[in-house]
């Protein structure tokens, strides 16, 4: 176990001054904090043990947080399969969660969240799309995101995109993904009252996954960096092994890696799933490097990758439900640290090549009227409007090629937002053609070009009061 009084010191010695966010409960987890490439909770170090739970699909972009009697019903099962965290999709911003969120805290669940919709996000077609989706409109309903869920001590994590590099010859989509990554971590630093850890979930293109997760972690300004870097892993296929997957060459490949990395989706439906990997996800071969993950996905959906089946408005668990909640009941975590350093160096940025078109450390500089959210807050938020926000506000002033951007972030709030030293932040964005993990769904079927955008949210402990959406 750490030390709780040293984590209290150490987050008091890094952390800015924060706005005063209405705390929604006080709940009875410990929030997550992060620490060297870990996560923690109450001074122990988090492994990350969930499933991706949005009930109907992407297409469906429902907020599952508000129907309470089917929240309750899958509570249960959650608790049967010995999880502790949930990832959802899609939320409703403009209703209240306290009583989902208090059932969740209940259980012992938190929750990993995307701050996207199908609707309003970014638009990675082209650099003229991506500048002109990163708008006010944009940024205000993921502002309205934050404020809405900050104040809840179980929120572990928002993502702030998903996949939304995810090909070979879209990595120039990386800068507009960074600087949404800082603009979330200076609203949290001016609007909330704790710190809250923003992340990006990755797809796992061979070509470029590395150099994403070495652009999201480097940088000389700590408010642009990302606080933890997640992919979406199907490349373990039963029957497989730790040296037959490739899980062994990824653990050496990030193991001088500078943030918590999970995986943020995995479960392969290649074969029949016998969960081997979660043996391996959870020993000493693999927690010196990652922090668990998040199986893939609660409900059958169309593609045929669910845990339990919905019949009638009961839940009927599978056979994939009964082995994996067999393969969690027979791998603790290991005791201790796990192998985690408490201490990591910067990464130097991935130079520019073939497979990673990012020329300059510029980023564009947030939209004016945005800027002004961070000062005085972001309001109301739209809600799961039928309305795009990808062309309708006012775009940054930097030219889509950054050529006039900043590789340094401004100080919008008279001092207390971060604009150097020892902070971490992420992003994501994607459009109506984009085909998100290898897992495939409905989402892109449903023609919502969506920027799956979500804070992780980095936690400080109550001592110091602080569908698989494929784009």
């Not at 972009?61 to 990832?87: K, M, T, Y």
Request: glycine share 10%; with cysteine; proline share 5%.
């Amino acid at each position: 176990m750490r030390s709780a009084t040293l984590a209290l010191a150490v987050a008091s010695a890094v952390l800015p001054t924060f706005g005063q966010v209405v705390k929604r409960q006080s709940g009875n987890l410990p929030t997550i904090t992060t620490e060297g490439n870990a996560f923690y909770a109450g001074g122990d170090r988090w492994y990350m043990r969930g499933v991706a739970y949005q009930p109907g699909g992407a297409a469906d972009a429902a907020d599952p947080l508000l129907d309470l009697d089917s929240l309750r019903r899958d509570v249960e099962q959650f608790q049967a399969l010995g999880i502790n965290a949930i990832r959802i999709y899609t939320i409703d911003n403009s209703q209240n969660h306290d009583e989902g969120m208090a059932i969740l805290d209940e259980a012992g669940i938190y929750l990993t969240l995307d701050v996207n919709t199908p609707l309003v996000s970014l638009n990675r077609d082209s650099l003229d799309t991506l500048h002109a989706s990163y708008n006010d409109v944009y940024l205000q309903s993921v502002f309205a995101t934050v404020d809405a869920f900050a104040g809840y001590n179980n929120l572990a994590l928002f993502f702030s995109g998903n996949e939304v590099i995810n090909a070979r010859n879209n990595t120039n989509a990386a800068p507009y993904v960074k600087a949404v990554t800082r603009d979330i971590k200076q609203y949290i630093a001016a609007q909330a009252n704790r710190p809250i850890p923003v992340g990006y979930s990755a797809a796992d293109v061979a070509q470029n996954i590395y150099p994403q997760a070495q652009y999201f972690a480097c940088g000389e300004d700590a408010t642009a960096r990302a606080d933890f870097f997640a992919f979406n892993d199907y490349s373990w296929c039963d029957p497989s092994s730790f040296t037959q997957s490739g899980w062994d060459a990824k653990v050496k490949l990030y193991g001088n890696y500078s943030l918590p990395l999970f995986l943020s989706e995995f479960g392969c439906i290649e074969n029949e799933r016998e969960w081997n990997e979660i043996a391996a996800l959870y020993s000493t071969n693999m927690t010196s490097v990652y922090s668990g993950g998040l199986v893939y996905e609660y409900t059958i959906e169309p593609n045929g990758y669910g845990l339990v089946e919905l019949q009638n408005g009961q839940v009927v668990p599978n056979q994939d439900f009964e082995r994996l909640q067999a393969a969690y009941a027979a791998t603790p975590n290991p005791t201790g640290e796990g192998g985690a350093r408490s201490t990591t160096e910067v990464p130097d940025c991935p130079a520019e090549g073939e497979e990673w078109a990012v020329e300059t450390d510029n980023l564009p500089v947030i939209p004016a009227n945005a800027a002004q959210y961070i000062r005085d807050g972001a309001g109301a938020g739209p809600g799961l409007t039928e309305e795009s926000s990808q062309w309708a506000g006012e775009p940054s002033e930097t030219e889509p090629d950054l050529s006039n951007g900043s590789p340094v972030s401004e100080d919008l709030s008279n001092g207390t937002v971060p604009t150097g030293g020892e902070s971490n932040g992420g992003g994501s964005s994607s459009n109506s053609s984009s085909n998100g993990t290898a897992a495939g769904d409905a989402a892109a079927d449903s023609g919502a070009g969506s920027l799956q955008l979500s804070l992780s949210a980095l936690l400080v402990g109550s001592a110091i009061a602080a569908a698989h959406v494929m784009l």
